[in-house]
């Protein structure tokens, strides 16, 4: 069934000739799809990779910790 309604999901899209990606399609495409400034401000923080390292070095400047846990895959598929 799922198989069914996949296909016909896949049939029923609009199909595209591909002129939609030349020239200024294209351009205007990637600026959709790329991240803004602000959604990439994550990147300035300084992450550690070691816990006890991040933990020495939390107690030198007094700042807090943030333990990032996670159990399975990271886009849900389990």
Avoid: Y
């Amino acid at each position: 069934m799922r198989s069914l309604l996949l296909a016909l999901a896949l049939f029923a899209a609009p199909r595209s000739t591909g002129d939609e990606l030349q020239g200024r399609a294209l351009e205007a495409w990637l600026s959709e799809i790329q991240p803004a400034p602000a959604e990439l401000e994550w990147t300035a923080i300084p992450w550690r990779a070691s816990f006890g390292a991040a933990v020495l070095e939390a107690e030198e400047q007094a700042k807090p910790v943030l333990l990032w846990a996670m159990n399975g895959h990271p886009l849900g598929c389990t």
